[in-house]
């Protein structure tokens, strides 16, 4: 089955506490991208790919980093997690020439 | 840069009945894609329909169709036969084309469907 899967799911984690949130995709999409959703702001981008090795800011950055060593995966990783990162984030793909983008089931992310 | 706007933060429609989301959105670009997702309480991002700029016509995907004015910079979306498995969050994406793979959000239409 063609998905986008993150891992993990829930995560409960304190101030400083370094933490990665996985994502995997298995349609062989170049362009994948990071995704964080708020109450009453929508979801606004993080950081995307458009192919491995090739990675670049969003609109809202700061605070976390990303690799893209292999095709199918794009970790997002928070160094220092701080509370106002804690939100809902979404990782997505698409293929090149294609402008749908296929979302993963969200990974609830609660820093205290 | 792009905008997205919702105006209805909350709509509520009587099964199978139709109900309209509206949309509108700011840019200067020519070439563009506009979508509707679809949020339920799984929180899965689910696509509802998609509209490329450049055709005229508006798509249509069963019950769902869009009102698609460019000039006006709008795109509706109508439910026709609300059905209680509509009830979710509907967002208003923007993207451009060929670009990086980022889409702009709208702040999302969460519409309820009663019986």
């Known amino acids: 089955e063609a998905q986008v899967t993150q891992n993990p799911r829930y995560l409960i984690t304190v101030t400083g506490k370094k933490l990665t949130v996985t994502c995997s995709q298995n349609m062989n999409h170049e362009y994948m991208s990071w995704y964080r959703q708020d109450p009453g702001l929508g979801l606004r981008q993080i950081y995307y790919?458009?192919?491995?090795?090739?990675?670049d800011k969003g609109d809202v950055p700061e605070g976390y980093k990303v690799s893209r060593k292999e095709k199918r995966n794009f970790p997002l990783i928070l160094e220092s997690p701080s509370p106002n990162q804690t939100s809902l984030y979404f990782c997505?793909?698409?293929?090149?020439?294609?402008?749908?983008?296929?979302f993963g089931p969200g990974t609830r992310l609660l820093v205290l | 840069a792009q905008t997205v706007t919702q105006s209805q933060p909350e709509m509520s429609v009587q099964e199978a009945e139709t109900v309209t989301l509206s949309c509108t959105y700011d840019t200067s670009e020519s070439n563009y894609y506009l979508f509707w997702y679809k949020q339920p309480p799984s929180r899965q991002m689910i696509l509802v329909i998609r509209q490329e700029a450049y055709k005229q016509q508006n798509a249509t995907e069963n019950r769902f169709s869009v009102n698609f004015q460019k000039a006006a910079k709008s795109f509706s979306l109508k439910i026709s036969d609300s059905q209680l498995g509509d009830t979710a969050m509907y967002f208003c994406?923007?993207?451009?084309?060929?670009?990086?793979?980022?889409?702009?959000f709208g702040t999302g239409t969460r519409l309820q469907v009663t019986l």
């Open positions: 790919s458009m192919n491995v090795e090739v990675t």
């Open positions: 997505a793909s698409r293929l090149s020439g294609e402008e749908t983008q296929y």
């Open positions: 994406a923007f993207g451009i084309t060929g670009t990086a793979s980022k889409l702009t």
